[in-house]
């Protein structure tokens, strides 16, 4: 199973998705990040992706080839992240056949119906909904 995690900015969602998706020991499982920019795509591969790889491109790709995808809700939304996302990468996601689990950010839009919570929570409940869905793989 190959489950790609996007970041941007700082990468501080993306590698903690990572760590934790590590941390859970998910059988035969894949781990790629994709970066919108370099800093975030270090620092998942610093929290333990197998694979990385930086910008529009790399999303594009990865995104049809993924059975599961994880990241901030960003990831849907064309120029979310200050810019980093563009309309191409946020189409690729979001018309990507994959599964996908999206952390709501508060800074792009606002989930009615999800309550506040801690970003590790969110982060847990993501590695749980994952672990799931290997689960069924």
């Avoid at 690729?92 to 919570?117: D, F, N, Q, Y």
Wanted: charged letters at 15%; aromatic letters at 2%.
């Amino acid at each position: 199973m190959k489950l790609l995690v996007i970041d941007g900015q700082g990468g501080g969602i993306g590698s903690g998705l990572v760590e934790q998706l590590r941390q859970a020991e998910l059988p035969e499982v894949e781990i790629l990040a994709v970066g919108a920019n370099v800093m975030a795509t270090s620092a998942m591969l610093r929290a333990g992706a197998h694979t990385g790889a930086t910008g529009e491109n790399a999303v594009i790709f990865n995104s049809a080839r993924a059975d599961l995808i994880l990241g901030p809700i960003g990831i849907i939304m064309a120029n979310a992240m200050m810019g980093e996302i563009t309309p191409a990468m946020a189409a690729a996601v979001a018309s990507s056949e994959a599964k996908k689990l999206l952390i709501p950010i508060t800074k792009c839009a606002r989930v009615v119906g999800v309550e506040p919570k801690p970003m590790q929570a969110y982060i847990a409940e993501a590695v749980a909904q994952a672990k799931l869905l290997a689960a069924e793989k």
